[in-house]
């Protein structure tokens, strides 16, 4: 049975790598599909010769840092890789919950630093070549620091708690760590961008003027009481633009990046805004919320089935039933049922978002959203013609052209 596992957890792994192969051969195939007319207008030809290179660069190294993933997770598993980070750690503790802590830091802190040569190619090379880089030396290894702290903290603290749950209440387990990380994942929605993103972004009200005047008519006419208007020094790293929405009630706050306030008028500002205000009102953040606390009920449901299953260790060369081996099969064997949940996910997202588009639209926002949807994919360079089976896989967003013609309909 161990043996049964083992090969299907390398099966899986090779199938999931020759899949996201397979979706980026399709999607370099479409590069020379002519541009419908709605898009004619977003990038001149110099533009769009720089864009295509920006593609291309890019698939180029997804090619190469994946397969240099791929080579590393077979080695650690063809390897007994795993159970030589277990031996590790097993030298220093016997612990539980110090041994997974532990083994999981080692395995975390080593894929960082194989990972880090290519975050400072993609980062230094790649993005500086295209003009997107702004980010220096000193920013990018202080938000490493920081987010290896963080993840300490935060994932450390949970994995401890998840591991403790399992020591008092067996098979129970995945109740108590289902409300715990419920509990979690409700306080990060309600205060993630007053607590988190100041320890990498500043955050600075918006002051006042057209931008703020504009918005706030805007909020007026929507019945939306909007006071929490900040704009986040995303320019430190890179000239690529963004909106969000955070929080929930009293603590909801519409995030502008600085980039965009650079590069679009007020009025197309405002009709990003509107869409951002659309997902709310549409209850898109709150439902959001409850199908990932449902969809995380059910992963830990399965695992508190499998966990202490022997031959999940014992697949990765591990004869001793550990919590921390397990997981790491539960979690390449989870790999199919995640990606299912994912398209589905993905399908219900694209639905939100032509909601979001239609209610920005209600406010006669429907053009300067179009202006403004194609000036953020012109300064990003973005694909304005992805095969539509890479679109499904991993689109969260429907396309450039599917969101212009939405818009048009309501006009």
């Known amino acids: 049975m161990p043996t049964t596992i083992f090969y299907i957890i390398i099966a ?8 996201n192969q397979f979706l980026n051969y399709l999607n370099s195939k479409n590069r020379n599909v002519d541009l419908p007319v709605e898009l004619k207008d977003v990038y001149d030809a110099e533009k769009y010769k720089k864009q295509q290179d920006y593609e291309i660069v890019n698939s180029r190294f997804d090619f190469v840092s994946s397969s240099f993933s791929l080579i590393v997770i077979l080695i650690m598993l063809l390897f007994g890789g795993f159970a030589f980070v277990d031996g590790l750690a097993r030298a220093y503790t016997t612990n539980p919950i110090w ?23 993609h980062t230094f090379v790649i993005e500086e070549k295209f003009g997107f880089n702004k980010t220096t030396l000193r920013t990018f290894f202080l938000d490493k620091v920081k987010g290896w702290l963080l993840s300490a903290i935060i994932g450390g603290g949970l994995l401890a708690l998840i591991i403790w749950f ?79 929405f955070s929080g929930l009630g009293p603590k909801k706050r519409i ?38 606390i449902l969809q995380t009920g059910f992963m830990l449901y399965l695992l508190s089935l499998f966990v202490d299953n ?42 939100n978002e032509y909601q979001a588009d239609r209610y920005a639209a209600s406010y006669g926002f429907a053009d300067n959203l179009i202006s403004g949807l194609k000036k953020l994919s012109s300064n990003s360079l973005s694909n304005l013609t992805p095969h539509p089976v890479y679109v499904f896989f991993h689109y969260s967003h429907p396309t450039l052209l599917q969101r212009l013609r939405a818009l048009k309909n309501t006009l």
């Not at 005047?213 to 704009?231: H, M, P, Q, T, W």
């Not at 679009?264 to 951002?276: C, F």
């Not at 260790?313 to 099969?329: D, N």
Request: hydrophobic share 50%; net charge neutral; proline share 3%.
């Open 166 to 244: 399992y020591r008092i209440s067996g098979y129970n387990f995945w109740l108590w760590a289902w409300l715990a990380i419920s509990v979690f994942m409700i306080f990060m929605t309600l205060f993630y961008s007053s607590l988190i993103v100041p320890l990498f972004n500043k955050q600075t009200a918006l002051e006042e003027g057209e931008l703020r005047d504009k918005i706030e008519d805007f909020s007026r006419k929507a019945g939306f009481n909007l006071k929490n208007i900040f704009v986040i020094d995303g320019s430190k790293r890179s000239t690529k633009a963004n909106a969000y």
């Open 310 to 351: 022997p031959n999940l260790s014992q697949a990765l060369g591990v004869e001793k039933t550990s919590f921390h081996i397990g997981l790491i099969s539960f979690g390449i064997l989870y790999s199919p049922i995640s990606t299912i949940l994912g398209l589905i996910l993905n399908m219900w997202s694209r639905k």
């Open 255 to 292: 995030v502008l990046y600085d980039t965009l306030i650079n590069d679009l008028d007020p009025e197309e500002i405002v009709a990003v805004l509107a869409h951002e205000v659309g997902h709310y009102m549409k209850k898109h953040t709150l439902s959001g919320m409850v199908i990932s």
């Open 99 to 121: 041994l997974a802590l532990l083994f999981f830091g080692i395995l975390m802190f080593a894929s960082d630093i194989l990972g880090t040569p290519f975050s400072l190619y």
């Open 12 to 19: 899986l792994i090779l199938f999931d790598f020759l899949l």
